[in-house]
């Protein structure tokens, strides 16, 4: 049987071989997503047989005690539990840390020396992937250092060869800001060469919402305002922000969940039907609901929107601290971990 998104005009495709590179990977979302993530789609026959992945962090490991790390991390935060030992023996081998500050030109270079090695003992052929898992603070810093070190290129069409970043979000914490730091990366990259991630887009059932709603003809005829009165959009998570003080302090949950994540579920929700299934269609009818959005007035900000800090209390019948509490917030912090707020679409639909 097909996949619903062949079935809708999505096809499977050749992976190009390549070397991810992760920076900040001693961090929280690679433990959790991003090496889940990959075992993953190793297990899944998804990873291009010439595939190898390196670790950039600034604390002091060899290449085995971050695998190990990284082999516990998957038991526990991976979808298929527990790992398979056979599969893994072999991942492993192409897994690897190397240790540099963001900011020593030295560590780029011996990257780049690093992953030629690697190049002529995987065959990725200097295809290059650099997934930016760190405080948006530093993407800037980092592009340069790259692209200063030679690591970052365009493409080669004589060896076919080349380089891409990508960005997780937040993307600036303001309008100004996300220019200041496109402007900043143009000068780094050209636009082909960003990837601008919101993981969230990568959940299964975020992906099917567009079958879901498109492919079915039920649905299609009352996905609409005569039939359904308004919709709820939940995030909610049982732990709290871990180790990940000092980015929450930065960031917040506007910044960090509701301008992006909630803002493509919103989307995917209410867009009309996009011409084809290319990305650009997709994104010009997800624009086109953003534009709708009622602007709020000041009075509207009394009735509509909620702000709020969580406390210390009990989840599953464990004691735990208040965000005040957590490891490196301001204990005056202002930062809210809970947002509410209601918003209204002006269109047909």
Same mark, same amino acid.
């Given at each position: 049987?097909?996949?619903?998104?062949?079935?809708?005009?999505?096809?499977?495709?050749?992976?190009?071989?390549?070397?991810?590179?992760?920076? +900040?990977?001693?961090?929280?979302?690679?433990?959790?997503?991003?090496?889940?993530?990959?075992?993953?789609?190793?297990?899944?026959?998804?990873?291009?047989?010439?595939?190898?992945?390196?670790?950039?962090?600034?604390?002091?490991?060899?290449?085995?005690?971050?695998?190990?790390?990284?082999?516990?991390? =998957?038991?526990?935060?991976?979808?298929?539990?527990?790992?398979?030992?056979?599969?893994?023996?072999?991942?492993?081998?192409?897994?690897?840390?190397?240790?540099?500050?963001?900011?020593?030109?030295?560590?780029?270079?011996?990257?780049?020396?690093? !992953?030629?090695?690697?190049?002529?003992?995987?065959?990725?052929? +200097?295809?290059?992937?650099?997934?930016?898992?760190?405080?948006?603070?530093?993407?800037?810093?980092?592009?340069?250092?790259?692209?200063?070190?030679?690591?970052? @290129?365009?493409?080669?069409?004589?060896?076919?060869?080349?380089?891409?970043? =990508?960005?997780?979000?937040?993307?600036?914490?303001?309008?100004?800001?996300?220019?200041?730091?496109?402007?900043?990366?143009?000068?780094?990259?050209?636009?082909?060469?960003?990837?601008?991630?919101?993981? @969230?887009?990568?959940?299964?059932?975020?992906?099917?919402?567009?079958?879901?709603?498109? %492919?079915?003809? =039920?649905?299609?005829?009352?996905?609409?305002?005569?039939?359904?009165?308004?919709?709820? =959009?939940?995030?909610?998570?049982?732990?709290?922000?871990?180790?990940?003080?000092?980015?929450?302090?930065? %960031?917040?949950? !506007?910044?960090?969940?509701?301008?992006?994540?909630?803002?493509?579920?919103?989307? !995917?929700?209410?867009?009309?039907?996009?011409?084809?299934?290319?990305?650009? %269609?997709?994104?010009?009818?997800?624009?086109?609901?953003?534009? %709708?959005?009622?602007?709020?007035?000041?009075?509207?900000?009394?009735?509509?929107?909620?702000?709020?800090?969580? +406390?210390?209390?009990?989840?599953? +019948?464990?004691?735990?601290?208040?965000?005040?509490?957590?490891?490196?917030?301001?204990?005056?912090?202002?930062?809210?971990?809970? !947002?509410?707020?209601?918003?209204?679409?002006?269109?047909?639909?």
């Amino acid at each position: 049987m097909e996949h619903p998104l062949e079935e809708a005009g999505f096809s499977s495709r050749f992976t190009d071989p390549c070397i991810l590179v992760i920076f +900040g990977a001693t961090g929280d979302l690679t433990a959790r997503k991003l090496f889940p993530a990959i075992y993953n789609l190793a297990r899944e026959g998804q990873l291009p047989s010439q595939f190898a992945v390196v670790a950039f962090a600034r604390r002091d490991k060899s290449h085995d005690e971050f695998r190990a790390e990284m082999k516990e991390a =998957i038991n526990k935060h991976s979808r298929v539990k527990p790992i398979d030992e056979a599969l893994w023996k072999s991942f492993q081998e192409q897994i690897f840390y190397h240790k540099s500050e963001f900011h020593d030109e030295e560590g780029y270079q011996s990257l780049g020396t690093f !992953l030629q090695e690697l190049d002529s003992q995987f065959g990725t052929k +200097g295809n290059r992937v650099f997934y930016l898992s760190t405080q948006p603070s530093f993407f800037p810093l980092i592009c340069e250092k790259l692209h200063s070190s030679g690591n970052i @290129y365009e493409s080669d069409k004589v060896t076919d060869k080349w380089s891409r970043v =990508i960005i997780e979000k937040p993307f600036g914490h303001d309008l100004d800001s996300a220019h200041s730091l496109q402007n900043e990366l143009l000068q780094f990259l050209s636009e082909d060469q960003i990837y601008r991630i919101d993981h @969230y887009l990568g959940k299964e059932t975020v992906q099917n919402l567009l079958v879901f709603r498109f %492919a079915n003809s =039920i649905f299609e005829s009352l996905w609409n305002n005569r039939y359904i009165d308004h919709v709820q =959009i939940t995030v909610g998570e049982e732990i709290g922000i871990g180790t990940r003080g000092a980015f929450w302090e930065e %960031a917040g949950l !506007l910044r960090d969940i509701l301008q992006n994540h909630m803002m493509q579920l919103l989307s !995917l929700v209410a867009m009309e039907p996009p011409v084809s299934l290319d990305a650009n %269609a997709i994104r010009d009818e997800k624009v086109k609901v953003l534009k %709708a959005l009622r602007p709020f007035t000041e009075e509207d900000f009394k009735h509509y929107i909620v702000r709020g800090q969580y +406390g210390e209390g009990f989840v599953s +019948g464990e004691k735990v601290k208040g965000y005040r509490e957590e490891d490196k917030v301001d204990p005056n912090s202002q930062v809210e971990t809970y !947002l509410a707020l209601r918003l209204f679409i002006d269109n047909w639909r």
